[in-house]
């Protein structure tokens, strides 16, 4: 079991990582077309939080792959901040372009659902230390 947690929190290393390239990105396309396009207060915000789930989704993933019991704070934290997000989005962007990719990021989320009550289990079971 204790080879599935490591790969586990390898895998949320890497989706934490790939979270926060997708808010650096979003920053530089802001900055960039800053002159042509105003951002809302909104889109920072949604920035801020995509930028702040990309680093618990990392601290997550670490602290499983070191089958850490910090994980299971980890991933709730990062459980807590991607339902808060999602929730949000859904009321201030209901007929968004962007709903498709909400919906990928639902997907993600109930994955991450997953494996968050799976790290739950893991102190019972042992895994975690």
């Known amino acids: 079991m204790e080879w599935a947690a490591r790969a586990i929190g390898v895998f949320y290393v890497l989706g934490g990582l790939m979270l926060l390239y997708q808010a650096w990105l979003n920053w530089r396309l802001q900055q960039a077309l800053s002159g042509l396009v105003s951002t809302s207060l909104n889109e920072h915000l949604a920035d801020g939080v995509i930028a702040l789930g990309g680093l618990l989704v990392l601290a997550s993933g670490l602290a499983l792959a070191a089958l850490s019991a910090w994980?299971?704070?980890?991933?709730?934290?990062?459980?807590?901040?991607?339902a808060a997000y999602l929730l949000w989005a859904n009321r201030s962007y209901p007929n968004d372009p962007a709903a498709a990719g909400r919906r990928r990021a639902v997907h993600a989320f109930a994955a991450y659902t997953a494996a968050t009550a799976l790290v739950l289990t893991m102190p019972l079971m042992g895994v975690l230390g």
């Open 71 to 82: 994980a299971v704070i980890a991933f709730l934290a990062g459980w807590t901040i991607q």
